[in-house]
T-cell receptor, first 112, second 114 residues
Framework: KAGVTQTPRYLIKTRGQQVTLSCSPI?????VSWYQQTPGQGLQFLFE???????NKGNFPGRFSGRQFSNSRSEMNVSTLELGDSALYLC???????????FGPGTRLTVT | GESVGLHLPTLSVQEGDNSIINCAYS??????FIWYKQESGKGPQFIID?????DKRQGQRVTVLLNKTVKHLSLQIAATQPGDSAVYFC?????????????FGKGTKLSVKP
């Protein structure tokens, strides 16, 4: 099976802009989770989608949003970008929930 | 490659030795724990998990120990190899892995000397 893929791998945006990141889970996986990774805060949970519904949400402002499509592919959107949003954004998929999540390589977002 | 963290605790071991990576978790109600390995430029990779009704679980060359009394988790890697060099994260969940948040530790960098 192909692994989790994320596009784009690298992105540079300016403060105030918005950005959309994409994640394609492993075939058959219905749960997709998103994480933000920074040197200062480490790995932090953003949200999880299952069957097109947001099932869980971390402690991030409303500027961070996501969605999942019927084919389980997921997108996350960050509006009104801030310098502090610069991070590696990771997507992980699993069949049902957190058990044996498989991570993608991440999208490196730089906000200038 | 991607930098996964600055100023991480570092464990340096000789090839062939055993490694022990420790993690203190925060929530006494957490009942599911996972260890991940992250190599430079890659996403975290699942290593092994354990539920709170167990205190030890073994995989291939890895063992996870759970001490709920002191909220401590450890990962033991037997016969450490250069390919084991990576950052290791522990994560906890308060809902047995189903729903709820996964909370990650800050990570430990393992460096294996040949």
């Amino acid at each position: 099976k192909a692994g989790v893929t994320q596009t784009p791998r690298y992105l540079i945006k300016t403060r105030g802009q918005q950005v959309t990141l994409s994640c394609s889970p492993i075939s058959g996986h219905r749960s997709v989770s998103w994480y933000q990774q920074t040197p200062g805060q480490g790995l932090q949970f953003l949200f999880e989608y299952f069957s097109e519904t947001q099932r869980n949400k971390g402690n991030f402002p409303g500027r961070f949003s996501g969605r999942q499509f019927s084919n389980s592919r997921s997108e996350m959107n960050v509006s009104t970008l801030e310098l502090g949003d610069s991070a590696l954004y990771l997507c992980a998929s699993s069949e049902w929930d957190f058990y044996e999540q498989y991570f993608g390589p991440g999208t490196r977002l730089t906000v200038t | 490659g991607e930098s996964v963290g600055l100023h991480l605790p570092t464990l340096s071991v000789q090839e062939g030795d055993n490694s022990i990576i420790n993690c203190a978790y925060s929530n006494s109600a957490s009942d599911y724990f996972i260890w991940y390995k992250q190599e430079s430029g890659k996403g975290p990779q699942f290593i092994i998990d354990i539920r709170s009704n167990m205190d030890k679980r073994q995989g291939q060359r890895v063992t996870v120990l759970l001490n709920k009394t002191v909220k401590h988790l450890s990962l033991q890697i037997a016969a450490t190899q250069p390919g084991d060099s990576a950052v290791y994260f522990c994560a906890e969940s308060g809902y047995g892995g189903s729903q709820g948040n996964l909370i990650f530790g800050k990570g430990t960098k393992l460096s294996v000397k040949p």
